[in-house]
């Protein structure tokens, strides 16, 4: 059972995690999602960097993290993925185009 953490400036008031967490279980059923931190403040992606940093070695190798900052409804600019043999960390940044 693949465990994948998230941690996102959104809160808890609208949809945004609710239907991400809907994506994950469609794509990965049996997907166990753990939830980080959803109070980052927004665009502070050295605060989810803070958070990721004191947190990812405790889960086991094989977890997927997603981090997503600043990501409401907007075209995707800037997508970033690393992935080593011990973690799969997804860092999704969206830029708002005026």
Wanted: hydrophobic share 50%.
């Amino acid at each position: 059972m693949p465990i994948v953490t998230l941690i996102s400036d959104w809160n808890e008031y609208d949809y945004y995690v609710g239907a991400l967490k809907g994506k994950i279980l469609s794509l990965l059923p049996e997907a166990n999602i753990v939830d980080l931190n959803h109070r980052i403040q927004p665009f502070r992606l050295s605060q989810a960097a803070f958070v990721i940093r004191n947190s990812y070695f405790h889960f086991p190798k094989g977890t997927i993290h997603l981090i997503c900052l600043n990501s409401e409804p907007a075209k995707i600019k800037n997508i970033w993925l690393h992935i080593t043999t011990d973690i799969f960390l997804s860092v999704l940044i969206m830029e708002f185009w005026v």
